[in-house]
C-alpha cells in the first residue's frame, strides 16, 4: 500500500506571493498522481493529474505541477495567489499496478491560507 | 460529464438513531463507487468501495454499512449512530476506462 505524505499542514502566504506544497509518496512502482482542492463545506475537485508523458503538468486555476520519480514527489505550485486560493489542498496518488484496481491514497491535506 | 448528488447536504442526529445517506450519479455507467469519511481536520479515510451492484468491499470495521441496489445509487446506513461518526461524508466515483475519480458535494453528519 502507498502512503502519501503532505509536509506542510498549514501554508500562510500573502496575495500575490507564489507558493509551493509539497507532496511525497512511499512506493517508486508506477503510480498516477492527483492535486483536489476542497472549499469550505464543498466536496474535492480535480485541480490537476500526472498519468504520464511531461512530467511538468499544468491544471485549473493557475496551477501546476511537477512529478519527480527519484524524489517520488509531486509539489505543487502557483507564481502569483488570490484570495479565492484559500482552501484544503489534497494529493492523492492512485497504483497503476495495484489488485485493487482503483484504490486512491490521500495525503492529510495542506491548508493554504492567502492573507491580504 | 458525470454528476454526483449527495442528500441530505447536512444532518444532526443524536446517539444511538439509524443512519441513511444518499449518493447517486447520473452521466456514466457502471462506475466504481465509493464513500470517504472526513473527520475534522483530518484527510480522507476510505469506507467502502463499490465495483457494481451488490458489490462492497469494506476498508474499515466499523458500525458503518453500505449497500448498491442500483447500479447509480450507493447508500451508506448505520443501524446506531456514534459520536465519532460525526464528519463530512464524500461520494466518489471513478468510470471504468478513467483513473480520475470525482467527489460529490458531500453530507455534513453531526451526532450529539
Known amino acids: 500500500a502507498q502512503s502519501v505524505t503532505q509536509l506542510d499542514s498549514q501554508v500562510p502566504v500573502f496575495e500575490e506571493a507564489p507558493v509551493e506544497l509539497r507532496c511525497n509518496y512511499s512506493?517508486?512502482?508506477?503510480?498516477?498522481l492527483f492535486w483536489y482542492v476542497q472549499y469550505p463545506n464543498q466536496g474535492l475537485q480535480l485541480l490537476l493529474k500526472y498519468l504520464s508523458g511531461s512530467t511538468l503538468v499544468k491544471g485549473i486555476n493557475g496551477f501546476e505541477a511537477e512529478f519527480n520519480k527519484s524524489q517520488t514527489s509531486f509539489d505543487l505550485r502557483k507564481p502569483s495567489v488570490h484570495i479565492s486560493d484559500t482552501a484544503e489542498y489534497f494529493c492523492?496518488?492512485?497504483?497503476?499496478?495495484?489488485?485493487?484496481?482503483?484504490?486512491?491514497?490521500f495525503g492529510t491535506g495542506t491548508s493554504l491560507t492567502v492573507i491580504p | 460529464s458525470q454528476t454526483i448528488h449527495q442528500w441530505p447536504a447536512t444532518l444532526v442526529q443524536p446517539v444511538g438513531s439509524p443512519l441513511s445517506l444518499e449518493c447517486t450519479v447520473e452521466g456514466t455507467s457502471n462506475p466504481n463507487l465509493y464513500w470517504y469519511r472526513q473527520a475534522a481536520g483530518r484527510g480522507l479515510q476510505l469506507l467502502f468501495y463499490s465495483v457494481g451492484i451488490g458489490q462492497i468491499s469494506s476498508e474499515v470495521p466499523q458500525n458503518l454499512s453500505a449497500s448498491r441496489p442500483q447500479d447509480r445509487q450507493f447508500i451508506l446506513s448505520s443501524k446506531k449512530l456514534l459520536l465519532s461518526d460525526s464528519g463530512f461524508y464524500l461520494c466518489a466515483l471513478q468510470k471504468r476506462d478513467e483513473e480520475t475519480q470525482y467527489f460529490g458535494p458531500g453530507t455534513r453528519l453531526l451526532v450529539l
Open positions: 512506493s517508486s512502482v508506477s503510480v498516477y
Open positions: 492523492a496518488v492512485s497504483d497503476v499496478s495495484s489488485n485493487y484496481g482503483n484504490q486512491f491514497y
